[in-house]
């Protein structure tokens, strides 16, 4: 285990930044953005799933519920996947292990290619 300087003592979550050696922060900094880049990209399935709720674009109604919902569920998930993501590559540059995947990129795919086809339908 490394030494704890104060910084370590303040820094969250703990058993990320307590364990292996601090690794070059411009890899922590991307780190960072590509979970600013999950966080985003969650909002905006959100935003989208209670927009389709609003705004009732789609016939029959029940299939705009089944779209929002879909749309909501998937920006939970993929938030909570970029959280878990993040700590994992982490944990993985300072223990010099190679970077973890992460099956939500095709969950996420899927998704969208999902609420597009059901859209489309609906609009025909």
Same mark, same amino acid.
Do not use: K, Q
């Given at each position: ?11 969250? *979550? ?14 922590? #900094?991307?780190?960072?953005? =590509?979970?600013?880049?999950? %966080?985003? =990209?969650?909002? $905006?399935?959100?935003?989208?799933? !209670? $927009?389709?709720?609003? #705004?009732? *674009? %789609?016939?029959? *109604?029940?299939?705009? =519920? !089944?779209?929002?919902? $879909?749309? /909501? /569920?998937?920006?939970?998930?993929? $938030? =909570?996947?970029?959280? #878990? ?20 990129? !095709?969950?996420? !795919?899927?998704?969208?290619?999902? %609420?597009?086809?059901? #859209? ?5």
């Amino acid at each position: 285990m490394a030494p704890r300087s104060s910084d370590s003592l303040r820094r969250w *979550p703990r058993g990320i930044y307590e364990s292996g050696h601090e690794p070059d922060y411009r890899f922590s #900094l991307a780190n960072e953005r =590509t979970f600013l880049a999950w %966080v985003r =990209t969650a909002l $905006a399935l959100m935003g989208a799933g !209670v $927009a389709v709720e609003a #705004l009732d *674009p %789609v016939e029959p *109604p029940w299939l705009g =519920t !089944v779209i929002a919902v $879909a749309l /909501v /569920v998937g920006g939970t998930a993929g $938030a =909570t996947m970029g959280w #878990l993501h993040w700590a994992r590559a982490e944990r993985a540059m300072r223990h010099d292990r190679p970077l973890p995947t992460t099956p939500m990129l !095709v969950v996420l !795919v899927g998704l969208a290619a999902c %609420v597009g086809l059901a #859209l489309v339908i609906s609009w025909l």
